[in-house]
């Protein structure tokens, strides 16, 4: 099992310009998350899903959109990239939050110029 | 009070020596708990689940205090290789659209020192 892919692992962007970053798992998990970390700082929350076809807002969601259409992928989408994106973004998922917690992919780190 | 407060440290310690770290959590229905660890430029890895019981993973024991809402990890016999920020985590209580996702702290900078 490869757990959770994510790709790229590193983007930079010009300011205005847009991509997706994408995240997917094989390990049959409903729950998948997209967090940001800041240098030096925790994990915050931009979106997440809680099965295919169901999305919800994170405590950071402004200028990010989200979609789950398969129970594997959960791209992320950044339009209209702005400096204040620069950051790490972590893809994660999990089977049930009481049991183990998540599986984080490798971090895709972008830096937007 | 902040969900899931850690002291940020750095705590440097020397090799061989034995550190513990403190979480505190606001709610008091939560309901799991987990301390992960991150190296430096890498994504955060599940360490271990912290039982009311106590639980122990050979150097690394996590305890549980649900009267006083703090969780622990000790760490015994410090190794170079422990040199990570360790996150506390917790699984606040269900209520609703919002609640399947973790607490995470900022956690804490450990440096083992030769």
């Known amino acids: 099992n490869a757990g959770v892919t994510q790709t790229p692992k590193f983007r930079i962007l010009k300011i205005g310009q847009s991509m997706t970053l994408q995240c997917a798992q094989d390990?049959?998990?409903?729950?998948m998350y997209w967090y940001r970390q800041d240098p030096g700082m925790g994990l915050k929350l931009i979106y997440y899903?809680?099965?295919?076809?169901?999305?919800d807002k994170g405590e950071v969601p402004n200028g990010y959109n989200v979609s789950r259409s398969t129970t594997e992928d959960f791209p992320l989408r950044l339009e209209l990239a702005a400096p204040s994106q620069t950051s790490v973004y972590f893809c994660?998922?999990?089977?049930?939050?009481?049991?183990?917690?998540?599986?984080f992919g490798s971090g895709t780190r972008l830096t937007v110029v | 009070r902040k969900e899931v407060e850690q002291d940020p440290g750095p705590f440097n310690v020397p090799e061989g020596a034995t550190v513990a770290f403190n979480c505190t959590y606001s709610?008091?229905?939560?309901?799991?708990f987990f301390w992960y660890r991150q190296d430096c430029r890498k994504e955060p890895k599940l360490l271990m689940s912290?039982?009311?019981s106590g639980n122990e993973d050979g150097r690394f024991t996590a305890q549980l205090n649900r009267a006083s809402q703090y969780i622990s990890l000790l760490i015994r016999d410090s190794k170079l290789s422990d040199s990570a920020t360790y996150l506390c985590?917790?699984?606040?209580?269900?209520?609703?659209?919002?609640?399947?996702?973790?607490?995470f702290g900022k956690g804490t900078k450990l440096s083992v020192i030769p």
């Open positions: 994660a998922s999990s089977y049930s939050t009481d049991l183990g917690g998540y599986t």
């Open positions: 390990m049959n998990h409903n729950y």
């Open positions: 899903s809680v099965g295919a076809g169901i999305t």
């Open positions: 709610n008091s229905a939560s309901q799991s």
């Open positions: 912290v039982y009311s």
């Open positions: 985590v917790v699984n606040p209580p269900y209520s609703g659209a919002g609640s399947y996702q973790l607490t």
